[in-house]
């Protein structure tokens, strides 16, 4: 005889969620707007090259570095992503981190409160808790595309949730 509670019963999720931060421009992209900014810069380095200026050159490369640095630092933040899947049994709301570090929250969705904080640029935050705990979603989103998640993720909630809102 097995134990029930060991093996819990998989349902089909009424709410399943990947949410990821915007990717401003593909690795082709970077490269090629990398390549013009120094070759825009390649022009007043040869200016000054050319009357004795030598070291202002080293610094016109350094601002090619950093600047390709920057838009890389920014591709690579765009990795994280949160994904949120509801059951009629659970609220999963898993957040990665673009190195890879997880952290998972299992929320009972009888339970779970939708608070979504609205200013006149639109939203603001997401929030579900369940008592004493609290998770933020979708911290990373524009304030449209958090509206847009809040709109189809609050009829989801409210059908399995004890309380109406």
Known sequence: MTNAAAYPRQTTPLFAATLTPHR???HNQLLLAVAVFAG??????AVFLAMGAWPIVGFLG?????IFLAFR??????RAYETVVLTPESLTIRHVTAAGKARQFVLD???????????EDG????????????????????PGEKETFAEAFAPALRK??????
């Open 24 to 26: 401003s421009m593909a």
């Open 40 to 45: 825009v810069c390649s022009i007043p380095a």
């Open 62 to 66: 350094l601002d090619v570095l950093i």
């Open 73 to 78: 630092a920014n591709r690579n933040a765009a």
């Open 109 to 119: 969705p009888n339970w779970a409160r939708l608070a979504v904080e609205r200013t």
């Open 123 to 142: 939203v603001q935050d997401i929030v579900v808790s369940v008592r004493d705990k609290a998770v933020a979603i979708g911290r990373f989103l524009p």
């Open 160 to 165: 399995v949730s004890l309380f109406s809102r």
